[in-house]
């Protein structure tokens, strides 16, 4: 495993030029996920491995009380391309993939979930994307989605109900804002992760209002799905603090607190969002 970021390398140096940065970056939060990084880190090591140019896998524990640091070191073992990110207390899912992006170094910045519901494999159509957008965000809601495993009837309920409300009043044209599967490229990544403040679910929202705002260009795309519903969101808790999420990023804009330019224009269209 690589070094955490935080801390300097004890490895040896070698005399040799160092190795080329990473062309991807692949974030992944995490709280309380050893079960499923069991299952999934090795899954994501052995893409980075095919995928025949430099990559680093980014992994932030969010202050996880299940041994989940534990399992990425042991995981990560003889892999130079894993990263561990630590925090020492459990801030939101959005505080752990801004940092994690943050630190991310490839040309490319995606992040996914820890549960792999959007296959890794699944990257190589945002990366696509990303030739003419700067932003490629994955949906499940759009046409050639293939969701081979959806969620329980409740949550998709609830899901199809707050995208309509996102669509109403913050960012009309896009289908699906809350699927955990999303690439950037890197310098549209820093200037919209640096300006997040959202720490919880929300922060999907917060990060595609700010792109928008800043003038880059969103691509939807339709991708493989296959729910888990082993999940962290607690839906009727999680639900009305996402909701007010939507209320504070317009206080946030109204307040200045995102230290946005006054005259840059926004982007004549949002590819495949039917703007």
Same mark, same amino acid.
């Given at each position: ?16 030029? =160092? =190795? ?14 050893? #079960? ?23 992994? +932030? ?16 073992? #003889? ?34 979930? /820890?549960?792999?519901?959007? =296959? ?17 965000? #994955? ?18 309920? /609830? ?42 679910? #929300? ?20 991708? +493989? ?51």
């Amino acid at each position: 495993m690589g070094p955490q970021r935080d801390q300097p390398s004890t490895r040896d140096q070698p005399s040799t030029a =160092p =190795p080329p940065p990473p062309r991807l970056s692949i974030v992944v939060p995490a709280f309380n996920e050893a #079960g499923r990084l069991q299952r999934t880190l090795p899954r994501l090591i052995a893409y980075g491995r095919a995928l025949g140019e430099p990559v680093e896998i980014i992994v +932030v524990d969010d202050g996880s009380a299940d041994g989940t640091g534990a399992v990425v070191r042991q995981l990560g073992k #003889g892999c130079e391309f894993v990263v561990l990110l630590q925090s020492a207390r459990n801030r939101g899912k959005g505080a752990s993939v801004r940092r994690g992006v943050l630190a991310a170094r490839g040309d490319h910045v995606l992040f996914t979930d /820890a549960d792999l519901s959007a =296959p890794i494999e699944e990257a190589a159509k945002l990366r696509g994307a990303l030739g003419g957008a700067e932003v490629a965000i #994955g949906s499940r809601r759009i046409g050639g989605a293939d969701v081979q495993v959806r969620q329980p009837p409740l949550r998709g309920l /609830a899901g199809r109900l707050f995208s309509r409300v996102v669509a109403l009043v913050l960012l009309p044209g896009i289908r699906d804002t809350q699927c955990g599967f999303k690439a950037f490229r890197r310098a549209a990544a820093q200037e919209v992760f640096a300006r997040q403040r959202l720490d919880g679910f #929300g922060f999907d929202v917060e990060i595609l209002w700010l792109a928008r705002r800043l003038g880059y260009r969103i691509a939807e795309v339709p991708i +493989v799905w296959r729910d888990d519903p082993r999940t962290h969101v607690r839906l009727l808790r999680d639900s009305g603090g996402m909701l007010l999420d939507l209320v504070r990023v317009r206080l946030n804009a109204w307040a200045g607190r995102y230290a946005l330019p006054p005259d840059r224009p926004g982007p004549p269209g949002d590819s495949g969002s039917g703007r």
